[in-house]
């Protein structure tokens, strides 16, 4: 089984692109999963709430209003400066977050990291990719806490919302299992989709489901086993931050005790020492999940490549790391065989290999379309990336072998 086969081959791959160990590289890659990372494994996490406690103390309820009530105009003017201001870095993140989805896919594809360029030639993609994620958070949010607010507004009361503060619970758990999913095959299948054939989000996931459709047993396998790996990869990142974060932080600690003891112009310098202190320890969070990111990211390349040759974004990685030159293994010239046989139009998988994936394909098919005029994350200027990236192989890597370290520039 390919999801099966992948997990060691996904070693190979990421011990090829990371070794030998080059700083440059590693500092910027680094940088990049930080962005990837920091909003989670599949995108951005629901909010979330106890709604338990405001059900705690009934009586307490007239003695909060009138605290509330006797707090002054600014306080809640100041509290909604600081809200404002937290939501816009969130967003701010998030779509940065979104640009360094393909930004990290592009490097481990080209093996090389070129963050400019990257970014110039995906900012269209990243946007389209941090619409879709907002509107999926959105509604799933919406679906949780809708019942929940609709009570609310019936009653007036916190009491009938702590009533269904357990079906709730059970919504959200479902709910939260369907985003999760999404989120991942959207971040680890769909967006090297976008990046590879030029699409728009909502047609790359219909290139995808069709991949997904035929070979189901193989994704669902694969959620399983990395899962598993995340779970236990987090365990041990776990203590490597906790450990690594106590050390980094013993001499911000001792240059904030030197500063402290200077008195009040020490006290200015407390604030560069910890913004350093804060940069510091993001850098070494980001350089501990990188190797594990670009694991899991080419565990998912080396996937969909296999159960969709059309769709394989790292056909050279593959031939490296196989002793077959990444050619299909029997069981899956056999997968392809059955295939053949099946009543499937030029053009899809089990078609002819010299027809591409639009050819015979009727104007009016809307799952075989290049880009979907009804795909709304599809903004148009959909040709982002520039000459340079025709996918000639002889001129998209620029003569990397031949060049020294020093000409990895940002």
Do not use: C
């Not at 996904?10 to 070794?19: E, K, S």
């Not at 994350?377 to 990236?389: A, E, L, P, V, Y």
């Amino acid at each position: 089984m390919d999801a099966v086969d992948d997990l060691s081959d996904a070693i190979d791959a990421t011990r090829n692109f990371l070794t030998p160990v080059r700083a440059g590289t590693w500092l910027k890659l680094s940088i990049v999963v930080l962005f990837v990372v920091g909003i989670g494994t599949g995108g951005p996490t629901l909010p979330g709430g106890d709604l338990g406690t405001f059900a705690e103390d009934p009586g307490a309820q007239p003695e909060v209003d009138m605290a509330l009530e006797e707090l002054p105009a600014d306080f809640f003017l100041f509290l909604g400066i600081i809200a404002g201001a937290l939501v816009l870095l969130w967003l701010l993140f998030a779509i940065v977050g979104a640009i360094m989805e393909f930004v990290f896919v592009e490097s481990l594809q080209r093996t090389e990291v070129r963050v400019r360029r990257y970014t110039r030639n995906n900012l269209g993609r990243g946007l389209r990719l941090f619409g879709f994620r907002l509107v999926v958070s959105v509604l799933a949010a919406s679906i949780v806490f809708g019942p929940a607010a609709s009570v609310y507004l019936t009653t007036g009361t916190i009491e009938a919302v702590a009533e269904v503060a357990l079906l709730t619970g059970l919504l959200a758990f479902v709910v939260y299992g369907l985003y999760a999913i999404v989120m991942r095959f959207t971040s680890e299948f769909v967006a090297p989709i976008m990046l590879l054939e030029n699409r728009g989000v909502l047609s790359s996931w219909r290139r995808f489901w069709g991949t997904f459709t035929a070979n189901w047993t193989e994704y669902v396998v694969y959620l399983l086993l990395a899962w598993i790996l995340i779970v236990v990869a987090q365990i041990g990142v776990g203590f490597v931050l906790v450990f690594g974060g106590l050390l980094l932080a013993v001499p911000f600690v001792i240059l904030g005790l030197l500063a402290f003891a200077l008195g009040e112009v020490g006290l200015f310098l407390l604030v560069p020492i910890g913004l350093l202190a804060v940069v510091t320890y993001a850098l070494f969070y980001g350089i501990v999940w990188m190797p594990i990111r670009s694991y899991f990211q080419y565990y998912a390349l080396l996937l969909l490549g296999d159960t969709n040759a059309d769709l394989d974004l790292i056909p050279e990685q593959r031939g490296e790391i196989r002793s077959d030159g990444g050619e299909p293994t029997p069981e899956r010239e056999t997968e392809r065989e059955r295939a053949d046989d099946r009543d499937v139009p030029d053009g899809r998988w089990g078609a002819d290999e010299s027809e591409t994936w639009d050819s015979n394909v009727d104007d009016d098919d809307l799952w075989h379309s290049d880009v979907d005029d009804d795909d709304p994350w599809d903004w148009g200027d959909t040709d982002d990336r520039d000459d340079t990236d025709d996918r000639d192989e002889t001129t998209d890597r620029d003569d990397t072998d031949d060049r020294d370290d020093t000409d990895r520039g940002w």
